[in-house]
């Protein structure tokens, strides 16, 4: 009889937990909306705003930012992006590539780290007479699997557009280096910085 009781006891309990983990989980994507709500808010108020610039309207700056991990920056992302290349040049095929690689690093770098010290990502862009260069950067390890592009064709899409890719992992997170070389017929940059 006690077995019985001690049995039941155990089912009562585990029922109990998986309710509050259902519970917990439902509570989590809540907030997570919530935040991506916000966040879209903060970033179309910021884009609307005239003396934001995050790649520098004078001259040829170099591209920077740092963002929360929502999906919804990866679009900013992609759109400050293409307002750059467009400063510094960058057209047509080029510009497209380069925005699809960029936008899926920055897929990348939202979805796939692994206990990240930090819920940001950063992206850098710069621009030589030889190359285009953009560097993706999380603060997390990535999986095995992902790693090794068995979870996705995130990597390999990379590869297929640009010149080069480089993928960085260290203690400190992972970052994705790739650029584009400058083809004829595109204009030469008035200064020559890179990442």
């Known amino acids: 009889m006690d077995v019985v009781i001690a049995a039941r006891s155990q089912r009562t309990r585990a029922r109990h937990a998986r309710e509050r983990a259902v519970m917990l989980c439902d509570e989590a994507r809540s907030l997570r909306g919530v935040s991506e709500r916000v966040t879209k808010a903060i970033l179309s108020e910021l884009e609307a705003s005239p003396t934001f610039d995050a790649g520098g309207t004078r001259g040829r ?20 992006l293409g307002c750059w290349l467009a400063r510094v040049g960058v057209d047509g095929v080029a510009a497209r590539d380069i925005s ?27 621009i030589t007479s030889n190359d285009v260069a953009i560097r993706v950067r999380d603060y997390g390890s990535w999986s095995r699997r992902t790693a090794n592009e068995e979870h996705g064709r995130g990597l390999a899409l990379i590869r297929s557009l640009m010149d080069g890719v480089d993928v960085e992992r260290g203690t400190s997170g992972t970052a ?12 030469s940059p008035s200064t020559s910085t890179r990442t």
């Not at 700056?61 to 400050?80: D, E, I, K, T, Y």
């Not at 994705?176 to 204009?187: A, I, L, N, S, T």
């Open 61 to 80: 700056q170099p591209f920077g930012l740092r963002l929360v991990r929502l999906r919804v920056c990866v679009g900013f992302a992609r759109r400050q």
């Open 100 to 126: 699809l690689a960029f936008t899926e690093a920055c897929a990348n770098a939202v979805e796939h780290p692994v206990d990240p010290t930090r819920q940001v990502f950063e992206v850098f862009g710069s």
């Open 176 to 187: 994705v280096r790739m650029w584009k070389v400058r083809r004829d017929g595109q204009p």
